[in-house]
């Protein structure tokens, strides 16, 4: 499965995406913004998960109007989120033409069992994941590209970090095991043998590994560069401060060069007032996002 | 002889892996000071906007611009958009420096891309190859300086003029390195010339 054709268009979409910012957007002024900024791809949102957050009630796949217009708009890749499970959503937002799908802990899920079949769709799927078993059982089902999924909306960076060493100290173990052992490890996991010889062989997922869930600064971005993502995803963190254009340019300039603290250090200057945030510590379990999906 | 992969967004890593298979000396290259290191340079896949506004950004454009009109460059995908002379019904800014005219996201969006042999012709032998396009570009018009390396349904899909190569699709991700390979022969033999 990791090695056919289909596969491959789609991790080969994931790949270009890498070494950039991929930045929520609820109109085509802002995918604008994002665009110029120098984001590779834009998520089409009715609400950023903040919003989404302070609303409550069932939060649903976007108004394909909003897609549309965005997608008019910019020439990056146009993603756009279904609800866990929800493959009819999956479905219409390939009829749109969109890029990619996030089957998203952010939404409300449909499924409290099953994930979408990702194999049965062209369009290729992003998953979320807090964990490594999360992260190959999304794999197992056909996704193209893994996210850790912090915490939504939240601007603390903490759930971010706790996923993305969770996720890698997975690697690190997998890669060690002995043949012996995977049969299992498989078992455990629930996921295929043969996406674990991969990672045993290799030491790294089959998949590219993005970050999201809590970005809100340059340090943040880097933090996550530093940590093993390959790409982060900005959800409120920019369109949720005082002055998004600046601070989208500036998270690009720190996931880009990532490891040049002094470049880090000037972009980071003047940025204007961060998304207030709410403290993950502080969040009631029915708030907590990272949970939805096994 | 290091060649070095232009590491500011895209699919570097791939590049990277494929040029270390032929046992060849890599760099990444994130600023002017990496780029003078370099014989050869590649512009990988990514966002061809992001990859535009970012070399911008950086003071890289110029330099890369300059790199090209004495050093070998390959440019695959968006590195094709970046090195064309032309674009069709676009705004972006390009490096000029191949006689190609391109249109952008030709084939359409990411459920348009697909995967199918492409025929090269490469030191007058030829070769079928695993065309992987991805939301890939069309040169929609060739000028008379310009050799055609490989072609997709008689379409121009890999040229290349004494300094530039570029392929609308990913050779960095398919197994076979011998679009690689020609390409390191040819920083072999240009940085010989200069020499």
Known sequence: MLLDKDMKLKIGLAEMLKGGVIMDVTTPEHAKIAEDAGAVAVMALERIPAQIRADGGVARMSDPAIIKAIQKIVSIPVMAKCRIGHFAEAQLLQALGVDFIDESEVLTPADEEHHVDKTKFKVPFVCGCRNIGEALRRVAEGAALIRTKGEAGTGDIVEAVRHMRAVQSGIKRIHSLGDDELIAEAKSLGTSLEILKYIQQNGKLPVPNFSAGGVATPADASLMMQLGAETVFVGSGIFMSKEPEKRAKAIVSATTHYMDFDLVAKVSENLGEPMVGRENARLSEEERLAGRGW | ?195
């Open chain 2, 1 to 195: 002889m290091t060649t070095g992969i232009l590491a500011i967004q895209g699919d570097f890593e791939k590049h990277q892996q494929t040029l270390e298979t032929l046992n060849c000396s890599t760099l990444l290259v994130k600023d002017k000071n990496h780029l003078q290191q370099c014989d050869g340079l590649i512009i990988p896949g990514g966002e061809s906007t992001t990859l535009v506004n970012l070399l911008k950004k950086h003071g890289l454009w110029q330099s890369v611009h300059e790199f090209g009109l004495q050093k070998t460059i390959f440019g695959t995908c968006a590195g094709l958009i970046l090195l064309a002379n032309r674009l069709v019904h676009n705004r972006l800014d390009s490096l000029s420096l191949i006689d190609i005219t391109v249109e952008r996201n030709a084939y359409g969006r990411q459920i348009d891309s697909f995967i199918d042999t492409v025929d090269l012709q490469l030191n007058h032998k030829k070769l079928n190859f695993e065309g992987v396009f991805i939301r890939a570009p069309k040169i929609v018009d060739v000028g008379k300086e310009v050799k055609v390396l490989g072609r997709y349904q008689q379409s121009p899909v890999m040229v290349e003029n004494e300094h530039i190569m570029a392929s609308t699709f990913h050779p960095e991700i398919t197994a076979d390195s011998c679009i690689h390979q020609y390409f390191i022969e040819k920083v072999r033999k240009n940085s010989h010339d200069r020499s």
